[in-house]
């Protein structure tokens, strides 16, 4: 799954990977390649931009802690992200529910 | 274990054009990427090579990051909020007849504005993290001169205070309260 693909769903896609605990960076993107069996294929350095603006969004906190003499800035979900989680949670079911239905025919599922 | 040149040399290109707090985050996930293409069993430069072509191209980084650089945020809101504040300011010195001010000092305020503008629209459309953050800086520090030289002026000119005027002393202490808080990081920055 290429990054274009995955434009408006990444923000979710790593609320998502945080909602298990706190975890740094390259943690978030192993779990992302775990929960979507290896298809995700996304330059590694980009997941970092993208923890920034979440934390800016008020999504995540961001803090230091050193292991093995290095900096490490490990991100988790605020109560606002973990709120937000559960809107595109449910959006998505609603859209993806919608195109199933207007791609492979019947009835589309009323919204919850 | 010593760092593989490649890393470095990687890391070094951050770090010309990144914060240091940044620069030590990305070190620490290429530090694990590459300790992860170790476990698999590749020999350090090839791990340090599958390594950094994982994490992408430098630039793609840095252009990443400057869309979030907190500075230009900062400048595009202030760049947006300007034309109000400037209307509640223009409405303010037209109904209290305060046009009065001598030449110099109009023009001194005229001149600072327009190098303001400037400042914050560097910030605001650039794609290089460090210039941004220091445009932003000196824009923010002009728009606190601005607004504090207003707030005091008017003060100090003992202009009858009416509503109009008061709406725009409120707006330029509102924008002076953001530009400060603004400050900080984009001086980190």
């Not at chain 1, 979900?77 to 449910?90: C, H, I, K, M, N």
């Not at chain 2, 890393?7 to 951050?14: A, E, G, N, P, T």
């Not at chain 2, 924008?175 to 984009?186: D, I, K, N």
Request: hydrophobic share 50%.
């Amino acid at each position: 799954m290429r990054a274009e693909a995955l434009k408006g769903h990444l923000d979710a896609m790593l609320l998502a990977a945080l909602e298990g605990g706190p975890q740094h960076g390259y943690a978030v993107i192993e779990a992302l390649r775990q929960s979507t069996g290896g298809r995700l294929d996304l330059p590694t350095g980009t997941i970092y931009p993208a923890l920034r603006r979440l934390e800016q969004a008020g999504l995540i906190a961001g803090t230091w802690s050193v292991v093995g003499g290095r900096r490490r800035r490990e991100y988790q979900l605020t109560p606002a992200g973990d709120q937000a989680l559960s809107g595109r949670r449910a959006d998505w079911r609603d859209f993806s529910a919608m195109v199933t239905a207007a791609l492979e025919g019947g009835p589309c599922p009323n919204p919850a | 274990m010593p760092e593989p040149r490649l890393i470095s040399s990687y890391l070094d290109v951050l770090a010309a054009q990144l914060p240091a707090s940044i620069v030590e985050e990305l070190a620490d996930g290429l530090t694990e990427t590459h300790r992860s293409y170790l476990r698999q069993g590749l020999a350090p430069d090839l791990a340090a090579r599958a390594a950094v072509a994982e994490f992408g191209e430098p630039e793609m980084i840095v252009a990443g990051f400057a869309r979030v650089n907190p500075a230009r945020r900062a400048a595009r809101r202030l760049l947006g909020v300007g034309p109000v504040v400037g209307a509640c300011w223009l409405a303010a010195l037209v109904t209290s007849r305060a046009w009065a001010v001598p030449l110099p000092a109009r023009m001194l305020a005229g001149l600072t504005l327009a190098a303001v503008i400037a400042l914050l629209a560097t910030s605001a459309l650039g794609t290089h993290y460090r210039l941004a953050a220091r445009t932003g800086a000196a824009g923010f520090l002009g728009v606190i001169a601005l607004d504090a030289s207003l707030i005091v002026g008017v003060a100090f000119a003992g202009a009858p205070l009416t509503w109009v005027l008061a709406l725009a002393m409120a707006a330029s202490a509102a924008r002076l309260c953001y530009a400060a808080r603004a400050l900080r990081p984009a001086l980190a920055g």
